[in-house]
């Protein structure tokens, strides 16, 4: 059974920082690319950050560029987002995702509908 295990939120004042985990159950096959996405109270889930696992390329959100890092630790099975210099924006629940299946080049991997398996959510909360 694949499943995606989501560690490391929190609350923290503006301009701290935070480190998110993300472990894919070891029974699971080699991902293709994960991503964290986040959904604020009252508003559509938005990607945020990208990760093709077989390259090591990268995408952002033009909202965290400069500010958030994706990484990743195959031998652990794990991704990170390291989160930086947090807004009272940053606000909301973080999901990460898993995309197994291979795709063409081109896909912009922070569409929703790629991923098929999701973790359960980390809240992390950005006060003024």
């Known amino acids: 059974q694949i499943q995606l295990v989501e560690t490391g939120g929190g609350s923290v004042q503006a301009g701290g920082s935070l480190r998110l985990s993300c472990e894919v159950s070891k029974s699971s096959p080699s991902t293709y690319s994960m991503a964290w996405f986040r959904q604020a109270p009252g508003k559509e889930r938005e990607g945020v950050a990208s990760?093709?696992?077989?390259?090591?390329?990268?995408d952002y959100a033009d909202s965290v560029k400069g500010r958030f890092t994706i990484s990743q630790d195959s031998a652990k099975r794990t991704v990170y987002l390291q989160m930086n210099g947090l807004k009272p924006e940053d606000t909301a629940m973080y999901y990460c995702?898993?995309?197994?299946?291979?795709?063409?080049?081109?896909?912009?991997?922070?569409?929703?509908?790629?991923?098929?398996?999701w973790g359960q959510g980390t809240q992390v909360t950005v006060s003024s």
């Open positions: 990760l093709k696992t077989t390259s090591g390329n990268t």
């Open positions: 995702a898993a995309r197994f299946g291979r795709l063409l080049p081109g896909f912009n991997l922070l569409r929703q509908d790629l991923y098929t398996y």
